[in-house]
Nanobody
Framework: QVQLVESGGGSVQAGGSLRLSCSVY????????MAWFRQAPGKEREGVAA???????GYADSVKCRFTISQDSAKEILYLQMNSLKPEDTAMYYC?????????????????WGQGTQVTVSS
């Protein structure tokens, strides 16, 4: 059973940076998909960034050139580096994973989810 644990959220002023981490436990798959999602109060959950096991990445238009998804060499920690943060980036951020291989920002694709970490950006 795969478990995902996010960390690194917090409060920051607009223009600042944060790095989110997602520790992966129980992962044994050589081919996989992982992603970061976010959900603001009263809004639907949206895909922010995705990565697959060959290192290919994809981003939502709203975060391109500001956010970077990456994984460590052992592929047991997923990161989301967030720069030039805006108040509209305020949300609960979730890590997601699936043992199938597809670069996707659709939440229906992912089987495993973390509990989330809160990001608050003040103006």
């Amino acid at each position: 059973q795969v478990q995902l644990v996010e960390s690194g959220g917090g409060s920051v002023q607009a223009g600042g940076s944060l790095r989110l981490s997602c520790s992966v436990y129980g992962h044994t798959y050589s081919r996989y998909s992982m992603a970061w999602f976010r959900q603001a109060p009263g809004k639907e959950r949206e895909g922010v960034a995705a990565i697959v096991s060959d290192g290919s990445t994809g981003y939502a238009d709203s975060v391109k050139c500001r956010f970077t998804i990456s994984q460590d060499s052992a592929k047991e920690i997923l990161y989301l580096q967030m720069n030039s943060l805006k108040p509209e980036d305020t949300a609960m951020y979730y890590c997601a994973a699936d043992e199938r291989w597809r670069l996707s920002l659709r939440d229906a694709w992912y089987k495993y989810w973390g509990q989330g970490t809160q990001v608050t950006v003040s103006s």
